[in-house]
Nanobody, 125 residues
Framework: QVVLVESGGGLVQAGGSLRLSCAASGRTFSDYHMGWFRQAAGKEREFVAA????????SYADSVKGRFTISRDNAKNTLYLQMDSLKPEDTAVYYC??????????????????WGQGTQVTVSS
């Protein structure tokens, strides 16, 4: 299993930047693909970005492509989401996730096995 602990959320003005971090249990960290989801108040959960076990492959939702960057440091057992050019519509709770299969990050019917507690990101206009 893997345990995920998130940090880095907060309040930022439109056009600003935030970096989210996710610390994971280390024993089998490199065995898991990882990704970020978000859920805005009153809206459905949506996929944001994913990264493969060694960081070779990345995927992004169209809504964040070119603005967000997902990365990982397996030596530090940490996942990151760098968010630039933030917009009010990016306001949501952001969740760190992990799964043994990369396919769940491109699936409309499945979700990752492991989830963090979520961290609030609020972007003011």
């Amino acid at each position: 299993q893997v345990v995920l602990v998130e940090s880095g959320g907060g309040l930022v003005q439109a056009g600003g930047s935030l970096r989210l971090s996710c610390a994971a249990s280390g024993r089998t960290f490199s065995d898991y693909h990882m990704g970020w989801f978000r859920q805005a108040a009153g809206k459905e959960r949506e996929f944001v970005a994913a990264i493969s076990r060694k960081g070779i492959t990345t995927s992004y939702a169209d809504s964040v492509k070119g603005r967000f960057t997902i990365s990982r440091d397996n030596a530090k057992n940490t996942l990151y989401l760098q968010m630039d050019s933030l917009k009010p519509e990016d306001t949501a709770v952001y969740y760190c996730t992990a799964d043994a299969s990369y396919w769940v990050y491109g699936s409309s019917s499945d979700i990752p096995d492991y989830w963090g507690q979520g961290t609030q990101v609020t972007v003011s206009s």
